[in-house]
């Protein structure tokens, strides 16, 4: 088990590269069992929910060449089609992406409940009604999952609940299937997008990702080819964060500025200042303490539940009091008695909190709840007085590639210990 050890309080000040996006990298992975050939995916993210997949589909026949920290080279021809060890894929959420993927290459998948961060309920009944809309037969119990099916055809799908996952995972099953597909009120968020446009690369044709409908002509079969993975969208948003909340000035490079856009509407409304620099260059800084906001989680291109945390440790010292209302899941607020040790002043009441800004955070010993709970408390604490340690730390490793080091480099004095 290891720590972080931080001492505050520093303004974060200089340039940050951002890495590709975990979502994105999470549901391509799977999705190049599609493909019968060779894949090279680049851009993809140092971290460790990409090292467990690696892992899973190496059980599956998948070969898998690293040629650098961020480039795989992914050979699928030697597919077995045999189950996904239940251990290893009850281990994280994104699992469910060999659901979609395994039916299409194989007809067949099973893969364990998946676990991942603990943020309250996560059903997955959509993702079961997309598929069995294409004709799968869907069992869930003793902890897995398990979907047949003869043979894919093309269906409609109507989701009831606007979802990442069930969206990604229709279009993953009805790349191949026979016939056209139609999937509506659907995730519009870029990693779905990306999804998209790595399986059109390889030769599908899915058209309206990132609009309201997604229309999907089976094709008989997919072939190799070189993709670069989306930049992290979260990622940039938390450096933004970071920039306000330690009263900072940061470049974000290698980020799309327009999907930051949710974000960076919000910080300007705080008082933050938001220079984009180019498409894919903004810089954000903050000399004041920024203004009392109220925030409410929605899909894209609504303000993301994966920055709610972080902006809970901005609104901690902001002017006034601040409200954010949490609609998409029930336990995301777990960080902010983490934050209240640090002296912020959080009330939750069921799925809205209310910030009562305080002037100054100090050290404390926190423990993250989630991914995004552990950075928004690193964040905190390098904006705190004195000393914060951040226990539980693996959950940060699943999502930020080198958070640590990219914090030092702009100036935060943050170790890595072994507890
Ligand atoms: N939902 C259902 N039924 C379903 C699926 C979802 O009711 O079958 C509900 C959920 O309970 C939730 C809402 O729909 O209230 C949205 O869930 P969604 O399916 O969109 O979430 P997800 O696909 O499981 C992805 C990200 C999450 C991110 C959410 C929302 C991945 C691997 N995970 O989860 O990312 O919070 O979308 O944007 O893509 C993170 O990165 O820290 C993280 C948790």
């Known amino acids: 088990m290891e720590k972080f050890v931080i001492n505050g309080k520093t303004n974060l000040k200089g340039e940050v590269t951002i890495s590709g996006a975990k979502n994105a990298a999470v549901a391509i992975l ?50 077995s089609c045999i189950d996904a060890p239940l251990e290893m894929t009850g281990k994280f959420r994104a699992s469910y992406y060999l659901i979609g993927a395994l039916l299409g290459r194989c007809g067949r998948a099973v893969v364990g409940m998946p676990g991942g961060c603990k943020l309250g ?59 056209t597909t139609t999937i509506e009120n659907v995730a519009k968020e870029p990693h779905v997008v990306d999804v998209a446009n790595f399986l059109n690369t390889m030769g599908a044709d899915i058209h309206g990702a990132g609009t309201d409908i997604i229309k999907i002509n089976g094709v008989k079969e997919l072939h190799g080819g070189t993709y670069s993975i989306v930049p992290d969208q979260i990622e940039a948003g938390t450096f933004m964060l970071a920039a306000v909340a330690t009263r900072g000035d940061i470049t974000i490079k290698n980020c799309i500025t327009k999907h930051l ?9 705080m008082g933050a200042n938001i220079e984009e ?62 934050l209240n040790k640090m002296g912020a002043k959080i009330n939750v009441q069921g799925k809205v909190a209310f910030f009562e800004g305080v002037n100054d955070l100090y050290g404390s010993i926190v423990s993250a709840s989630d991914l995004r709970a552990g950075a928004a408390l690193v964040i905190a604490g390098i904006s705190a007085n004195g000393t914060t340690e951040v226990h539980n730390i693996e959950y940060i490793d699943r999502g930020y590639e080198k958070l640590e080091e990219k914090l030092r480099a702009l100036g935060a004095d943050i170790q890595r210990v072994k507890e």
């Open 30 to 79: 799977p999705a190049t069992l599609l493909v019968n050939g060779i894949c090279t995916i680049e851009n993809l993210p140092n971290i460790s929910d990409i090292n467990i997949y690696c892992d899973i589909l190496k059980t599956l026949g998948v070969k898998i060449t690293q040629t650098n920290p961020n480039t795989v080279i992914v050979d699928t021809r030697y597919v």
């Open 121 to 179: 309920a996560r059903p997955i009944d959509q993702h079961a009604k997309a598929f069995e809309a294409l004709g799968a037969t869907v069992e869930i119990g003793q902890g897995k999952i398990m979907a047949t099916t003869d043979h894919l055809v093309g269906g409609s799908i109507y989701l009831d609940t606007v979802s990442v996952g069930a969206t990604i995972n229709a279009i993953l099953a009805s790349v191949l299937a026979d016939g």
């Open 261 to 269: 856009d949710p974000l960076s509407a919000k910080l300007k409304e």
């Open 277 to 338: 620099i180019s498409g894919d260059t903004i810089r954000v800084w903050c000399n004041e303490r920024p203004k009392n906001v109220d925030i409410k989680t929605l899909p894209y291109p609504g303000f993301p539940t994966d920055l709610q945390s972080p902006m809970g440790v901005v609104l901690s010292t902001a002017e006034g009091t601040s409200m954010i209302s949490e609609t998409i899941w029930e336990s995301r607020f777990q960080y902010t008695a983490e």
